[in-house]
């Protein structure tokens, strides 16, 4: 699970899913505020937009960074 600010005095409970702002998620995947406009933009990371930012479903950063796991076999 990946962790980010507490949202504290808010009405959800631990285990229903966070939204996390494009800080966050750029912080989950060790990439650029850009990077993560350009995958929600494409539609490859759903986004919920509110007011003029955007918020991610932790969920769905899980959902698409293990879309992107790769197996390697040995030699």
């Known amino acids: ?9 808010t009405w959800r ?3 229903e899913d966070q939204l996390l702002t494009v800080g966050e998620v750029c912080d989950a995947m060790r990439v650029s505020n850009m990077t993560v406009y350009r995958l929600i933009k494409s539609g490859e990371l759903p986004a919920i937009r509110l007011g003029k930012t ?7 950063v899980e959902r698409y960074l293990s879309g992107l ?3 390697v076999e040995g030699e």
């Open 54 to 60: 955007y918020r991610v479903l932790e969920s769905e």
């Open 1 to 9: 699970m990946i962790r980010g600010r507490a949202f504290q005095g």
């Open 13 to 15: 409970d631990g285990d």
């Open 69 to 71: 796991l790769v197996m």
